[in-house]
């Protein structure tokens, strides 16, 4: 078919059909309908993402992108940056560019304004340009360049960064500059077609960044932005982004007492306040119930070991250079290292009394800290930090137990999933790369077996999961539970891991029914990941309104005024006594007060009692978020409270 | 009365009686009973004790001491490690001797043996030869001489160790020899008055020793040993070893798996097996609930912080060259340290919002660990460990509430130290120096006020206490636990300390009724002190023979064969999901082997099932140390043990 003119293009659907050579994207999605053509943001080409106006010159696999594709996006904002740069050009004319990429959720640019300088103040008057010129659509023009012209277009301009780029393209590098009115820029693309397909720019803040994010390089100013194809999307955007806002867990963290941050202690080692002890017991009970029922036993280990522990199991070289350095002793040169792992220390109690294949699996759980080093400027709140306590265990099981140890841990994380009301997840099966058998450790009909029985697991159990090729450990496959949550964020949550690596290392065996040495298969596996974790993603999901039986505080019983405190207290001391987390708030406010203040404080019941409830052994029942629910006699608001519990968690 | 030839004594009862010049203490306790002369040890002079033989020359308050005083049996064993010294002289004519003191139990001579050596076997041999020396009655003979006679005679022995010692002597210092038999020593004294009375020893063990506990000096051969003044009570006193032995919480830890340690994760520092951590577990649930009915509330830190943290509150230099050393970070020259100390966390949690005299008193409560660094040779089990996690807790309260809320702690300790059965305690109270006000922080009416309190509190409570002045540290007054065990030991436990230092260095405030500010008093408190240590106590206390609600194990199941199988893990699951901690020997050994083991284990409860008890829905109940209980339905037996639970811990 060489030198036909025309070309062969394969459709996801399988189906093929033939158009002229030189054809593009657009002209493609037109073919296909009017509507594709109008949503279309670019076409994938043989696995690579091109501009819908490129002409396609041979037979390939195809496939339209629009903004439901991430790929979509990716094209739609990586075009937008380009548009924020050419506004920036027309109102800052000495501005230079550094890199402009494309993000999750927008875009931003690094420049440099030599002795100018861009505040958030300044954003309304960028934006208001970018859509007087997005009204232009003006096109977004290919072009390719000489590595000289490429240089000294840039060298004209005195714009080190941009030569700095080039200059370090591998030599067989195509290089391409992309146009759209009077913007030019080195760019690998693609892009849309025109700038008026971008309707509703928006800006979102101003911050600094190094070049290259090395701080001995000069500081940059960074503008982020995020655009959409429709002025409504934006609107939805915006409004999203302020319930993402005030849903911040580090905002509700410090408003609702659940734990603190502290320059004395250091940064990103949390503080947990009564609140969020209340918070980390409800779900250690949880989990160390599920645990109970399914044969773990519990272990309590140091936080720090020799570094003799973690040269055998190999953290010493994997982590020496980025963690905690080491902590020598006064005498006796000793090494300890803060423990970034607890699963040596549960080889070593593995190791401590010989093992048959009776005595497999033998379950080891801990809700052990850990320790990570991370540079401070990535911490942030919970979900990064310097400390976090995983709710770890190892199993340590034959390979026969391998298929049956899996599938008790995924139904005791559904289960657990369920009771936090997180019922929106999927697992990702991390898998071999089937192209790189040497890259692993463990016989191959291990793993075989293996990463059948996650398949088969998955499937068994019901859950919906995208397999992964060449993502499993070098050591074994593992599974991630990843969760979305109420505002759509995916989260990571919990893994399971097969280790066919730690039991070589601590030469563990057990005996097997003809007494010979037999290495048994290690599971590292923590449903929730961390405490500090699921404690943020929670606070994120709900808000702060967290079901009855993991409130901080579960019932506040508010005194209409200082006559009834009395009878206030009886009521408290009563609820506290059935085992329920209850205040009294004795403060000589109004009531309308306490209730607005237990409203922010999100408590769920607030039993107001007055001179009548006193006289009648009765509550007012105010629930969070839902109002006057009436009035009921104490001793009947119990069950009822018990009941919900139960229900919440059973 | 000067010149005179009588002297006035007086005696502990406040009687006075007269002497001539030069009476002895044998004469004094002659005069007052043939059967005190007969039991007589040593005589207390003016607070010096002195040999029964020395002549007192003028007025003085004394006391004659016994066995049944620590002076007398330091005297005892003084003079027995003489005699030691006079055993091996003969037996090892090279030997040089360095210092032989009494110890809390016996004595010890630390030797130089030159190129000899001595082991446990050759222990009976020195033993005997003690007997028949003792057997001479060799007056103990107290001699005074010149610094330079005292140097010469150990020169011409060439014994460097005396030498040494005697160099050190202050100018002014009086110089002693006493002489039994053919040897002579270099001591203050005082001894008996003859080797008559040492009718029973006993060698114990050899160990090394540096040359004054330096490893740079030589080492030298310590042997330890002991003695009695009858042999019945050398009887008795191998006995009680043989049990202690027994119950060394190192040896039972290890047997019932309570706890390990490991080469790998570094010497003093315990890894939990599930069995400990049922312990630990049972030990928390049960003050936590006392915590949570006295309105403590929970907090969790973490266990690093910035040295900062300890900069202010004085730690960084109080443990900075004996601790774990900083640990440094990778990045931005941050410095940790392991926590030393709770209470600078807490002190940080308390400055996290504004206080009123309405929020005080505020408990903040935390199983904190801590950790120390100990030097490996003084490690010991899990009584001295280099981690080890407290019971602690702060109270910040107002002057006025100190009394009360030691009140509290002492109730709580109480009720906690009669759950574990350790029914046999006091009370140490540390109280300032009078003499030396200037030592002490925080005003003279403060302690005053609270030193009262402490006495008042402890009065109240109804406990056994003795005052010591002087013993309070610079911060604030405190009380020590100390209880006795099952076999007579005395335990450091819990203490709780006032503290009117972290306030002031850590700035914390509250505001009073005039919203001033004011300074809140601390009370730290730990009532075990910690868990270790606790556990370890209990250990040695009940032998392992744990109450039924802290036995690791409470019921295990015994099939009577391989038949009974299945009704066996039907009995366990019943067992299991009323919440008990039930095993099912599942192995195929006979009944007889499954009780043994059990035993071995001291499980209280051991359930016995065959094809009757399968039949009938009953189990055979056999009792650790209480043999078998006869028959009963299963449902019946659960409420027994229910029961039981309950009146231990309620």
Chains 1, 2 share one sequence.
């Not at 892009?191 to 000069?218: F, M, Q, S």
């Not at 450790?441 to 992964?468: C, D, F, M, S, T």
């Not at 987390?581 to 769920?604: F, L, M, Q, Y």
């Not at 006057?628 to 018990?642: K, M, N, R, T």
Request: net charge neutral; proline share 6%.
């Amino acid at each position: 078919m060489a030198g036909s003119e025309e070309i062969r293009l394969r459709f996801p659907d399988g189906s093929v059909r033939t158009f002229p050579r030189g054809v593009t994207g657009l002209d493609v999605a037109k073919n296909i309908s009017p509507r594709l053509a109008k949503e279309a943001l670019g076409i994938v080409v043989d696995d690579e993402i091109w501009d819908l106006t490129r002409p396609i010159e041979k037979d390939a696999a195809v496939r339209i992108v629009t903004w439901n594709d991430p790929e979509g996006k990716y094209v739609f904002w990586h075009s937008s940056a380009h548009l924020m740069a050419e506004a920036l050009q027309s109102l800052y004319p000495d501005v230079k560019f550094a890199i402009g990429p494309p993000i999750e959720q927008g875009f931003y640019y690094d420049v440099d304004l030599e002795d100018g300088k861009i505040t958030e103040e300044d954003l309304p008057r960028i934006e208001a340009r970018m859509t007087e010129l997005a009204r232009r659509k003006a096109p977004y023009q290919r072009q390719t360049v000489s590595r000289d012209e490429a240089l000294r277009y840039y060298r004209d301009r005195g714009n080190p960064y941009k030569v700095e780029i080039i200059e370090e393209l591998p030599p067989e590098a195509e290089i391409t500059f992309y146009t759209q009115g009077d913007f030019t820029d080195l760019c690998r693309g693609p892009h849309l077609p025109h700038t008026g397909y971008i309707k509703a720019p928006k800006l979102l803040n101003v911050a600094g960044a190094y070049w290259r994010g090395d701080e001995k390089n000069k500081q940059l100013t960074r503008i982020y932005g995020i655009t959409f194809p429709r002025r409504k999307m934006l609107d939805e955007y915006l409004q999203w982004r302020e319930e993402v806002k005030k849903r911040d867990h580090r905002v509700l963290g410090k408003r609702l007492k659940i734990f603190t941050f502290s320059q004395e202690v250091g940064a990103g080692l949390p503080l947990w306040l009564p609140n969020g002890v209340a918070l980390r017991n409800a779900l250690t009970e949880m989990l160390q119930k599920e645990q109970r029922l399914r044969g773990y036993r519990p272990v309590v280990t140091p936080h720090i070991a020799r570094t003799e522990l973690y040269k055998i199991s190999g953290h010493y070289d994997k982590y020496k250079e980025s963690s905690f350095q080491p902590i020598k002793t006064p005498h006796e040169k000793e090494e300890y290292l803060l423990k970034p792992m607890n699963c040596p220390h549960h080889c070593i109690i593995y190791k401590e009394e010989p093992r048959s294949y009776r005595d497999l699996p033998l379950r080891l759980a801990e809700f052990g800290t850990v320790y990570r080093y991370e540079q401070s400027g990535e911490l942030h709140g919970l979900t990064r930090v310097r400390s976090f306590t995983q709710d770890d265990a190892h199993i340590f099981c034959r390979p026969d137990q391998v298929k049956s140890e899996i599938k008790g841990v995924l139904e005791m994380t559904l289960n657990a999933l369920r009771r936090l009301g997180l019922n929106d997840f999927y697992v990702q099966v991390s898998l071999r790369d089937p192209a790189n058998p040497e890259k692993y450790i463990g016989a191959p009909e291990r793993w075989e077996q293996a990463e059948q029985a996650l398949r088969e697991v998955v499937k068994e159990v019901g859950l919906e999961a995208r397999e992964e090729e060449g993502e499993a450990a070098f050591y074994g496959p593992k599974l991630d539970f990843m969760v979305r949550d109420a505002l759509g964020r995916a989260w990571q949550l919990g893994t399971v891991q097969l280790d066919y690596n730690l039991p070589e290392r601590f030469d563990l065996v057990y005996t097997d029914e003809q007494s010979q040495p037999q290495r048994p298969v290690m599971i590292h596996r923590a449903p929730m990941g961390s405490l500090e974790r699921i404690v943020a993603i929670l606070l994120e999901h709900t808000g702060g309104n967290f079901p009855l039986w993991l409130a901080p505080v579960q019932v506040i019983v508010l005194p209409v005024s200082d006559k009834h405190l009395e009878y206030a207290r009886q009521v408290g001391r009563r609820l506290f006594t059935e085992g329920f987390r209850a205040e009294v708030d004795e403060r000589s406010e109004t009531i309308g007060k306490k209730i607005r203040d237990a409203e922010h404080r999100k408590i769920p019941y607030m039993l107001i009692v007055g001179g009548k409830e006193a006289a009648e052994g009765t509550v007012s029942i105010r629930r969070h978020q839902h109002g006057d629910q009436g009035v009921i006699a104490l001793e009947a608001f119990i069950p009822i409270l018990h009941d919900q519990i139960h229900n919440e968690t059973a």
